[in-house]
């Protein structure tokens, strides 16, 4: 099974860090970040690999305003650096963004983009909304300043769901964000920007051969 190093950037107003044990709904969708770091059921803990798959040490939490109080003890206890939307707002969104670039810098990383971190008014197409968090501009500044600074491997973008939209405003707003990073991607592959990796070793420019190798044998195969 091929694994490899790298970190998390888990942008959610949600921590996502229940388990069964201590998660009051019971809820699968508020488990995934605690399976990865090794926490939970065995089915979620060992999906596709037998073990933990992201070391707790590489995890950042951005954006967090909604965690249950036996979810935010696990955080404690695990050590997960967590800036929640009150810390963001204390010490300045700039000052914030500046320490998780440093954190992240020349790292592999994966970058969890949930749309309920977003202002609920002016992302309305999410299910578990939550008050005023960050702007539509700072998600893309930190999706953008993120692929500039590491070795992004996968991004994902999740909780749309277009049954409480209530106008385009979310699948809008998703449009952009895949147009920034597409931009982003083709940009560093053609220049060769933040090509090397701590240890000085070269690698694909912000992770760019590798997502742009999944776009090329998706056209390949017709998807």
């Known amino acids: 099974m091929w694994k490899k190093a790298v970190g998390i950037l888990w942008m959610d107003a949600h921590g996502d860090m229940n388990t069964p044990e201590i998660s009051d709904s019971g809820h699968i969708h508020g ?22 798959k992201v070391k707790k040490e590489d995890v950042i939490l951005f954006g967090t305003r909604d965690i249950d109080e036996k979810e935010q003890k696990l955080i404690d206890e695990l050590g997960i650096k967590n800036y929640t939307w009150e810390i963001i707002e204390e010490m300045g969104f700039e ?11 020349g790292r592999n990383l994966h970058i969890s983009f949930d749309l309920d971190k977003i202002d609920p008014a002016k992302i309305t197409a999410v299910e578990t909304p939550v008050a005023a968090v960050l702007s539509r501009e700072m998600g893309k ?8 600074t ?14 409480y939209e209530k106008g385009v405003e979310t699948s809008e707003y998703v449009d952009e964000l895949l147009q920034l990073i597409e ?22 420019s912000a992770g760019g051969a590798e997502l742009l190798g999944l776009e090329r044998r998706g056209q390949q195969d017709g998807v």
Do not use: W
Not at 33 to 45: C, D, E, I
Not at 95 to 105: D, P, S
Not at 141 to 148: C, G, H, P, R, Y
């Open 150 to 163: 590491a070795s992004v491997t996968s991004i994902d973008i999740v909780e749309y769901n277009p049954i």
């Open 95 to 105: 000052k914030a963004l500046e320490e998780v670039k440093e954190f992240f810098r």
């Open 183 to 204: 931009n982003k991607i083709n940009y560093h592959a053609h220049t060769g920007q933040n090509d090397r990796r701590q240890d000085g070793q070269p690698q694909a």
């Open 31 to 52: 488990m995934p970040l605690a399976a990865s770091v090794g926490y939970g059921h065995s089915k979620l803990v060992d999906c596709m690999y037998k073990g933990t």
């Open 141 to 148: 500044t930190l999706v953008s300043e993120m692929i500039d």
